[in-house]
């Protein structure tokens, strides 16, 4: 059973409109989370992340909101721009102190 | 130069064959990870180290088998390779704690067992 869900495969968005990727999680006690970034032929690299005591965390043009009710977390990246075309995945950990369980990926496609 | 690096990028090889997957970091992070991607699973954790000579299973470990004698070196071997073993295998390190702490990750080595 996955407990961490990306329910969009892939994504297209036009450049300079925002991205919304979203992930679901199903473990109650995960209380920190992760977003990386994934270009063809690269490993995965950090983007932001954000813990439980907040809803909301920011850094440039990427942003991710933590809603703990719903079990859900979204990424907005505003403006959308061409090199943001890349694979995302959503992470959670419980305390921090337990191995990333990593969601399927979503392909992000921005268009020009 | 720093980083994490993993060799060989590509490997094939056949069934029953043994295989190990180089990985080394020069960070001295205490943690290191082995994830593998597949299509339509995402990143899965194989095995990771807290420290030298502490390791500790991750969600898809059968088949696998680690060592971690120096902080900076954590291999993979497949004992005996299988066509399911097929996959983009990525490497990973950090500082504590585990769950919280960015991971750097290598470039990835593609495994094709025929």
């Known amino acids: 059973d996955q407990q961490v869900k990306q329910n969009s495969p892939s994504l297209s968005v036009q450049e300079g409109r925002i991205s919304i990727l979203n992930c679901d999680y199903t473990?109650?006690?995960?209380?920190?989370f992760l977003w990386y970034k994934k270009y063809p032929a690269e490993g995965p690299t950090f983007l932001i992340s954000?813990?439980?005591?907040?809803d909301k965390n920011e850094d440039g043009r990427f942003t991710v909101f933590l809603n703990k009710s719903a079990k859900h977390l979204s990424l907005h990246i505003v403006p959308s721009q061409p090199g943001d075309s890349a694979v995302y995945f959503c992470a959670a950990s419980v305390g921090g102190n337990t191995p990333l369980v990593f969601g399927k990926g979503t392909r992000l496609s921005v268009i020009a | 130069d720093a980083g994490i690096t993993q060799s060989p990028r590509y490997k094939i090889t056949e069934t029953g064959r043994q295989v190990t997957l180089m990985c080394h970091q020069t960070?001295?992070?205490?943690?290191m990870f082995w994830y593998r991607q597949d299509l339509g699973h995402g990143l899965r954790l194989i095995y990771y180290s807290a420290a030298a000579d502490i390791t500790d299973k991750g969600e898809v470990p059968d088949g696998y088998v680690v060592s971690r004698s120096k902080t900076e070196n954590f291999p993979l071997t497949l004992e005996s390779a299988t066509r399911s073993q097929t996959s983009v295998y990525f490497c990973?390190?950090?500082?504590?704690?585990?769950?919280?702490?960015?991971?750097?990750f290598g470039p990835g080595t593609r495994l094709t067992v025929l």
């Open positions: 473990n109650s006690m995960f209380d920190y």
């Open positions: 960070w001295s992070h205490s943690y």
């Open positions: 990973a390190s950090s500082g504590p704690p585990v769950g919280a702490s960015e991971q750097f």
């Open positions: 954000i813990s439980s005591i907040k």
